[in-house]
């Protein structure tokens, strides 16, 4: 499911809680948002501005 809305900080309990959080994607042109969001939300990685991105020489539990 993709839903791209406007947040406030009550968006970060409704992400985490889910027993799922392996990613998330965070649209935005603040980069303090970003980094906050990421430190936030309880997956195991964030996107910034991007979807489904990453390099394979990265590591990985999976």
């Known amino acids: ?7 406030d900080d ?3 309990a409704l ?8 990613t ?14 990421g ?3 309880d997956v195991a990685l964030v996107w910034v501005n991007t979807w489904s991105l990453w390099d ?3 590591p990985s539990a999976g």
Do not use: K, Q
């Open 1 to 7: 499911m993709c839903h791209i809305a406007p947040f």
């Open 10 to 12: 009550e968006v970060y």
């Open 15 to 22: 992400a985490n809680d889910s027993d799922y959080g392996l």
């Open 24 to 37: 998330a994607a965070v649209w935005t042109t603040d980069v303090g948002r970003a980094h906050r969001a």
């Open 39 to 41: 430190a936030a939300l």
């Open 56 to 58: 394979l020489r990265s």
